[in-house]
């Protein structure tokens, strides 16, 4: 005698089992993006002063200032 059963499909009898939180992990993660993200902008405000300074600056800035006492 050979027995019919109805099998559902593999993934509709797997239970899905959510994740454990890996919280030290997702907070490191957080703050080397935080990181990242404060150097890039500390870089681009060098640049932009870089670039301030070398339009405020005329062709005869470039000599040194003589300081008065």
């Known amino acids: 005698m050979s027995r019919s059963v109805a099998l559902a499909p593999l993934n509709a009898r797997r239970h899905k089992i959510a994740r454990t939180p890996n919280y030290s992990f997702e907070r ?15 870089e681009d405000k060098r640049q932009q002063r870089e670039r301030d300074r070398a339009l405020s600056r005329g062709p005869d800035d470039d000599a040194p200032v ?3 006492d």
């Open 28 to 42: 490191q993660e957080r703050e080397r993006a935080k990181a990242n993200k404060l150097a890039q902008k500390a």
């Open 66 to 68: 003589a300081d008065e």
